[in-house]
């Protein structure tokens, strides 16, 4: 195992590295920390609600998520395939798995760092009475597993295309599907005809059902599995896509 991780770790630090080399980190960050603000305080009026939590603050991130980590997945293979630094990465020493697991861990990481800058938030509520701080931890660890599961969904489709914009658009819409199965619209649709079985899995596919239940506080194993498994499949399913250019 030492050996699987030292080149992912490799990887992983020169991605990562990377991402603040560029203005890409400052404006992904700056982006991340005004919209979620503005979406906190305007829109879920955090004010209005008298209450000493981060409900509205939480509220908006699977679909902040939605269109911000497509952008930032975007460019972990379909720039590179377009450049042709793919095929230099893939000439190291190093397997297709270990370099897909090192450039997802970085990209990760990375939005692991944006989630922790909006600490403000935390100390805000803090400030202002006495909050359930268990419940909030478990909010972040939930907005940190579900943006882990938008990020493998989003690292699968750059790896099947050159464009990133491509690339955004099918992580986009993929994440879309995901988030949009639990919601009641979607739900009732299924109600109408189909079993309570069929209408359970489907609401159990969205990451607005488990990621609502971490944020309340809940951490179910159910809830823990599911994002693992995303991450896990959409990993494998990139591992697959990125041998296939690679044989090609």
């Not at 692991?112 to 909050?131: E, H, K, Q, R, Y």
């Not at 990621?211 to 599995?225: E, H, K, M, P, T």
Request: hydrophobic share 60%; charged share 10%.
């Amino acid at each position: 195992m030492p050996n699987f991780l030292a080149p992912v770790w490799v990887i992983a630090r020169r991605e990562l590295a990377g991402y603040f080399a560029t203005p890409v980190a400052l404006v992904f960050i700056v982006i991340f920390l005004a919209v979620s603000g503005a979406l906190t305080f305007y829109v879920g009026g955090f004010l209005e609600r008298g209450q000493a939590s981060l409900d509205a603050f939480f509220l908006f991130h699977p679909w902040l998520y939605l269109l911000l980590i497509p952008a930032l997945s975007m460019r972990l293979w379909a720039e590179e395939r377009k450049s042709g630094s793919a095929e230099l990465l893939m000439t190291l020493p190093l397997s297709v798995s270990q370099a897909v697991l090192g450039k997802f861990l970085a990209a990760w990481a990375f939005a692991g760092v944006a989630l922790a800058l909006t600490f403000p938030m935390w100390l805000t509520v803090n400030i202002l009475g006495d909050p359930d701080n268990g419940v909030i931890v478990a909010g972040y660890l939930g907005s940190f597993a579900m943006a882990g599961a938008f990020l493998a969904v989003g690292g699968c489709m750059s790896a099947l295309t050159t464009n990133q914009v491509i690339a955004f658009i099918l992580g986009a819409a993929v994440c879309f599907l995901f988030t949009m199965s639990g919601v009641d619209m979607v739900l009732d649709l299924f109600r109408a005809w189909a079993p309570p079985l069929i209408v359970d899995s489907v609401a159990g596919l969205s990451f607005l059902t488990h990621f609502n239940a971490l944020s309340q506080g809940v951490i179910g194993l159910a809830d823990v599995i599911f994002f693992a498994s995303m991450i896990v499949f959409w990993q494998f399913a990139t591992v697959l896509a990125v041998s296939r250019t690679r044989g090609a």
